[in-house]
Every structure is written in structure tokens, then in C-alpha cells.
């Protein structure tokens, strides 16, 4: 297993977050002070408004991939664990239970992981349980209208702790010593027949 580049995937993930953030706040500044103006110019602030908004989004889904790319690789580096890594990814797309799926993908992970810290023995930090369950929730959370913005503003800082840990996970099970399967012991030599 390969080392990880932080820099790379939280770059990635909390800078496009923060862009895709920025990019909207601006697009809505742009329509109100549209609507105040209504008339021509108005129609340029909605041409502004469209095109931020599609920027802001196209941000945002590069760093969705990227996070969907890293979350596979975490689970990847505990295999066997509760679910592979393809299914923790793929599972996330399926509507509605992917509400349910986040659970099993980013909290399920954190025990996962640890479970395998102990069992091994690494010398390495804890995943954050009680982080990555109050992320997931703030993922239903940002739904609500109104509170959801919020919920999503602080998410983004969660999902970085989270992702952080992650591939100091990784990374930690990477540069482990790896331990060799010990040989079965063969079995005690059986008497022969006595005559």
C-alpha cells in the first residue's frame, strides 16, 4: 500500500468546498443587487447569477470526486473489513439509502479502523467515532432549508478533520512493518499401530 499526499486530497476537497462557497455567495450578492435594479441590467446579473452558479458547482463535484476517491482508498488500506471499498463508495449514489449509507461509509470506517488499530497494534492515532457520526448527521441536517446552509458550512470543517485522520490512517498502515503469516505448526507425529 502507497502513502497518501495530504496536501493533494484536502487541498482539493476543502479548497474547491471553500471556491464553490465563495462562487455562490457572490452569485447571490449578483441577484440581488439585480432585483433591486430591475431592467436591462438586471438581465446580466441573472446571466451572472447562472454562470457562478454552474462554476460553483462544477468546483464542487471535483472535490466531491476527489473525497469519494480518498474514502476509497481508506477503506481499501483495512481490508477485509465490514464492506469493501467499492461497495462504501458506490452504495453513496444510490438514492435515499445513501442517507443510510453514509452511516455505514464514513462512521463504519472510523470503527472499522480502529478495530484494526487494536488488533494490530499500530502505532498510530485513532479515527474520530464520535466526529465522523456527527458529520453523518450534519449531512442529513444540511437538507433542512435554512439550517442546511449552516449545517454544510460546518461539515466542510468535520469532513476535513475527518478526511485528515483518514490518511494519517492510511499512511500509519502503510509504513507498518508488515508481519508475515506465521506457518501452521505441524501436527504432533501419531503412533503407529503397536504390534
Keep these: 500500500m502507497q502513502k497518501v499526499s495530504k496536501g493533494f486530497y484536502l487541498g482539493s476537497i476543502v479548497g474547491a468546498f471553500g471556491i464553490s462557497i465563495v462562487l455562490s ?58 464492506t469493501t471499498p467499492g461497495k462504501a463508495v458506490g452504495f453513496l449514489f444510490i438514492p435515499f439509502f445513501n442517507f443510510y449509507w453514509a452511516f455505514r461509509a464514513y ?27 456527527t458529520m453523518c448527521i450534519l449531512i442529513l441536517c444540511s437538507m433542512i432549508p435554512c439550517l442546511g446552509f449552516l449545517c454544510a458550512l460546518v461539515n466542510i470543517v468535520l469532513i476535513a478533520i475527518f478526511f485528515s485522520k483518514g490518511i494519517d490512517g492510511i499512511n500509519a498502515i502503510a509504513s507498518a512493518p508488515v508481519v508475515a503469516a ?12 503397536q504390534v
Excluded at 479502523?113 to 466526529?131: D, F, H, I, K
Design 25 to 82: 455567495l457572490i452569485a447571490t450578492v449578483i441577484t440581488m443587487a439585480g432585483a433591486q435594479q430591475r431592467g436591462s441590467s438586471g438581465q446580466g446579473a441573472a446571466a451572472g447569477f447562472s454562470g457562478l452558479n454552474a462554476l460553483a458547482l462544477l468546483v464542487a463535484l471535483y472535490g466531491g470526486i476527489v473525497g469519494l476517491v480518498l474514502l476509497y482508498k481508506m477503506w481499501s488500506a483495512i481490508q477485509p473489513a465490514s
Design 182 to 193: 506465521a506457518a501452521p505448526a505441524e501436527p504432533p507425529p501419531t503412533a503407529g499401530p
Design 107 to 133: 462512521w463504519g470506517w472510523a470503527k472499522d479502523y480502529n478495530a484494526l488499530r487494536t488488533s494490530r497494534n499500530l502505532q498510530a492515532p485513532a479515527a474520530p467515532e464520535g466526529l465522523a457520526l
